[in-house]
C-alpha cells in the first residue's frame, strides 16, 4: 500500500525524541489531549492544543511531473504550558520560553542526535516555525502557555 502522508510517523518521532531530550526530563510530554493528571506543573503537548481546530494542517502537490510522488508540508500543533501556585508571572514566562528552547534543542542535529531535524528519518526536515503566548492569573496560580507548531516537508 502506497504512503500517503508522514504526519503520523513524524508525531511519533517527535515525541520519541522530546520524551527523550534530558533537559526535558521532568516534563510531561503528552501525545495529544491529556485526559488525566493535571498535576505535572511543566507540560508538553504535541498534537494539540487549547481552540487549535486540528492537531496538524498538511498540504501536498507532485514533486515532479508524471505524478510520482509529492511532496508535504505540514505543521503540527504543540503546546507548552508552565504554572504554579504563586503570583509571579515573569517566572512562569521565563518557565515557558525555556521549555520552548528545550523543544528547539532537541529537534537541532548534535553528534548524539543527527537525525533529530529529520524527525528520525520521517521527514526531510522539521524545525520550529510558529508561537503564541497567552498568560493568565488564576486562583490557582500564573499559569503562561505558548501554542507553537513544528513545521516538516517530506516527500511521499
Not at 507548552?80 to 523543544?103: H, I, P
Not at 537541532?108 to 542526535?113: G, K, N, P, S, V
Not at 498568560?135 to 503562561?144: D, K, V
Request: glycine share 6%.
Amino acid at each position: 500500500m502506497m504512503e500517503t502522508s508522514r504526519v503520523g510517523a513524524a508525531v511519533d518521532a517527535l515525541l520519541a525524541i522530546l520524551r527523550a531530550a534530558p533537559a526535558l526530563e521532568d516534563v510531561a510530554v503528552i501525545d495529544g489531549p491529556a485526559a488525566t493528571n493535571y498535576t505535572d506543573r511543566r507540560r508538553l503537548y504535541v498534537g494539540w492544543a487549547p481552540g487549535a481546530d486540528q492537531a496538524a494542517s498538511i498540504e501536498q502537490d507532485f514533486a515532479y511531473a508524471g505524478a510520482r510522488t509529492r511532496n508535504e508540508s505540514f505543521a503540527i500543533t504543540c503546546y507548552a504550558e508552565s504554572w504554579a501556585g504563586d503570583k509571579d508571572m515573569a517566572l512562569r514566562r521565563a518557565s515557558v520560553f525555556t521549555l520552548l528552547a528545550q523543544v528547539e534543542e532537541a529537534l537541532r542535529a548534535t553528534d548524539m542526535a543527527p537525525e533529530a531535524p529529520t524527525l528520525n528519518g520521517t521527514v526531510l526536515w522539521a524545525h520550529l516555525t510558529t508561537g503564541s503566548l497567552s498568560q493568565a492569573q488564576t486562583e490557582n496560580g500564573a499559569l503562561a502557555a505558548l501554542a507553537f507548531t513544528v513545521s516538516c516537508q517530506a516527500r511521499i
